[in-house]
């Protein structure tokens, strides 16, 4: 695990773009620096470290990601905690055990760059692998006081298509219907346009019985819809 750590945190420092770091930061208004990594370049770091480093078992996955996200000092490094997350072969210890460690990563992180990946990515597929466990925490999270779990709770089937829970959804966005926050009207927009890629007519259906939904919200839903 530390050497893992240790690893990432000197190959993100070798791999930074000083020129680059400043601008980035800008555009995320981050608080915390960044060394300067552009995505594609994390990517193949992670490929050969993550390769170079294997983790043995679930418990050494959810506190080495801990530690990379707890304990970063750039934002790259909480990236690379996400990603750790994903990594092919750590998809056999994906369960709904791991949604406390997806919730602090949202709840912590609390911006758009951190929760969309977590939300799609990790707590998507958590959902549709167990609905029953997994379906129940995103209804409360629909109606929590904290934006980012009711944004997750919204987006989190952008990538079902047809596995996609209607009802979930429906209660999702109805919950955050009034809010006035420019991520959660965002947020239903982007869900329903996702979801008219799928079933465009319950998306035109769902618009036209929700007069409620914010212009920024229909202008999303029926952004591809002819």
């Not at 980012?148 to 959804?169: F, H, N, V």
């Not at 009034?178 to 769902?206: M, S, Y």
Request: glycine share 6%.
């Amino acid at each position: 695990m530390d050497e893992l750590v240790a690893a990432v945190r000197n190959g993100l420092r070798q791999a930074g773009d000083p020129e680059k770091a400043p601008e980035m930061r800008r555009y995320m208004k981050s608080e915390m620096p960044y060394h300067g990594v552009p995505k594609p370049v994390r990517a193949q770091l992670t490929k050969h470290l993550f390769a170079d480093f294997p983790l043995p078992d679930k418990a050494s996955l959810v506190s080495t990601a801990r530690k990379l996200w707890r304990e970063a000092d750039f934002r790259e490094e909480r990236y690379v905690a996400i990603d750790l997350t994903g990594h092919r072969p750590y998809a056999k210890w994906q369960g709904g055990d791991l949604l406390p460690l997806y919730e602090e990563f949202i709840v912590t992180g609390a911006w758009w760059d951190y929760v969309d990946e977590v939300a799609n990515r990790r707590v998507g597929p958590l959902l549709r692998a167990a609905p029953a466990e997994v379906g129940p925490v995103m209804r409360r999270w629909a109606t929590d006081d904290d934006r980012w779990r009711r944004r997750t709770a919204i987006i989190c089937q952008l990538s079902a298509k047809e596995e996609t829970d209607l009802d979930l959804l429906t209660y999702a966005i109805e919950a955050s219907l009034g809010e006035p926050d420019f991520f959660l009207r965002k947020g239903i927009g982007w869900a329903l346009r996702q979801h008219a890629r799928t079933d465009p007519e319950w998306v035109r259906r769902f618009v036209a019985a929700h007069p409620g939904l914010s212009p920024l919200s229909v202008r999303e839903a029926l952004k591809h819809i002819r």
